[in-house]
């Protein structure tokens, strides 16, 4: 296992595991497919899930790159709001602990009533 991105150029978007806060690609599907289903079963891939009203705000480890420009780091992880007036607000992250600070500032603004914080692109 590597910490390096897809192959750059290609159409494969690298699949990861996530181990404590460090992702690793597994380019073995099976192995990458077992763990993603333990993974999910056991909760391992929850970052954050809060409720604020009517929303629910939730982090997760995606297991596959998301980022499809192929520059830079891989973007792994994903906070999305269900419910409430930002149903389907999302935003996507290249690193756990960007993730769970993302998600942190998100369900702040949220309890709040502050601005949501602008990530950038």
Do not use: C
Not at 25 to 41: I, K, M, N
Not at 55 to 74: C, E, K, Q, R
Not at 97 to 104: I, K, N, S
């Amino acid at each position: 296992m590597s910490r390096t991105g897809g192959i750059k150029g290609s159409r494969y978007y690298g699949r990861y595991v996530l181990i404590g806060e460090t992702p690793f690609e597994e380019p073995d599907l099976r192995r990458w497919g077992d763990w993603f289903e333990r993974a999910t079963r056991d909760g391992s891939r929850q970052i954050g899930n809060d409720k604020v009203g009517e929303a629910t705000i939730s982090t997760v480890f995606l297991g596959i790159d998301h980022n499809y420009y192929s520059d830079g780091l891989p973007v792994l992880f994903e906070t999305m709001i269900f419910g409430g007036d930002l149903d389907n607000h999302t935003e996507r992250w290249r690193s756990y602990r960007e993730a769970l600070r993302g998600h942190e500032m998100i369900v702040h603004a949220m309890r709040t009533g502050l601005p949501m914080p602008d990530f950038g692109p």
